[in-house]
């Protein structure tokens, strides 16, 4: 790999995202939600942007931490998986950190996890000693099993990991799950998970010191935005005083909401930003509560 880039001043913000794969549409998806719009070349690797000088760089997930260390591209959307994993080997080799997650993305969710043979009458991690397992995250399993204070014998592998223990490779396996079918379908179950993933805004370790500053503080504040309301609801209503105590105890993921009289009576018209699901069953409980003309408005944009 090249030296960390001291990156030239350049006057456009070019963000990684993944080319085709799980993360790719909910990046795309998420930037544009942020006000960015691009040109598409005609090779797809390259989205010039129009709305801002912000231009995207279509590539294969695993290559973004890489591309950030080299100073090619300046933000990525990646798994925090794939990034811990390369900055665990850049730590292993002995190299500094030129990488880091700055925002958690709310999607592409999954675990890294010890999965066991279905047989095995799973103890706890001290089990594992001088075992062999089969992974494509060695640097994060290393990093485990030293926490663990647990000796075990890593064997890397470029896929298929979880077919390691039918054809002999290895005893367990460390693996990215989600559902967990392609582990019951292998005869393996998932016993303790090593890492809480999803996919995450990674930028490097030192700030930009040119216009690029500005333009990531900007696109970092819309995105915080964005972040901030997905699921949010306004929920808006009227209710009696008295009743109020109970109905906010049925609303405690709402901001304080504001309130005002209607009409100089003991009726106050209340409106709330409510960040979980607002489903018929709790429309009702509010009514019960006290609450009249419920009425669940979307929220499009948000700027704190
Ligand atoms: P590429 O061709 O870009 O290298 P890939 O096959 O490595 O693609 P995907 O399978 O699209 O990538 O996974 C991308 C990321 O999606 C993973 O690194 C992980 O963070 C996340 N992810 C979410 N759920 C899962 C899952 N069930 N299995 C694998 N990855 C998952
Ligand atoms: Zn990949």
């Known amino acids: ?33 942020a006000g960015l719009s691009w040109r598409e070349s005609r090779d797809r690797l390259f989205c010039y942007g129009e709305s801002l000088p912000v231009d995207l760089l279509l590539v294969r997930d695993d290559d973004i931490p890489g591309l950030i260390a080299d100073g090619v591209c300046d933000l990525g959307v990646v798994g925090r998986n794939v990034l811990l994993e390369q900055a ?32 095995w009458d799973w103890q706890g991690p001290a089990q594992l000693a001088g075992k062999r397992i089969a992974t494509t995250y060695p640097n994060q399993l290393r990093a485990w099993l030293r926490q663990q204070q647990v000796e075990a014998d890593i064997v890397v592998l470029s896929g298929s990991v979880e077919i390691a223990p039918r054809l002999g490779q290895a005893d367990a396996i460390c693996d990215l799950v989600s559902s967990g079918a392609t582990l019951a379908a292998n005869q ?39 972040l901030r309301i997905r699921d949010s609801k306004l929920l808006l209503f009227q209710a009696p005083r008295e009743a109020l105590p109970q109905v906010l105890q049925l609303l405690p993921d709402a901001e304080p909401p504001t309130m005002c009289p209607v009409d100089g009576s003991e009726t106050l018209a209340l409106q709330a930003l ?22 669940v408005l979307p929220v499009e944009r948000m700027l704190a």
């Open 1 to 33: 790999m090249s030296p960390p880039a001291t990156p030239a001043v350049r006057d456009r913000l070019r963000i990684a995202i993944q080319k085709s794969g799980r993360l790719s549409e909910p990046a795309r998806a998420l930037l544009a939600s």
């Open 88 to 119: 665990g080997e850049r730590s292993e080799a002995g190299l500094p950190p030129v990488f880091r997650e700055w925002r958690a993305l709310g999607f592409g969710g999954c675990r890294l996890s010890i999965a066991v043979p279905d047989g």
């Open 188 to 226: 393996l179950k998932p016993v303790l998970d090593i890492l809480q993933s999803e996919a995450v805004l990674a930028g490097p370790v030192q700030p930009f010191g040119d216009v690029r500053a500005e333009l990531a503080d900007l696109l970092l504040r819309r995105m915080d935005g964005v």
């Open 274 to 295: 409510c960040h979980g699901a607002m489903t018929w069953q709790r429309l009702e409980d509010l009514k019960r509560a006290g609450a009249r003309g419920l009425m």
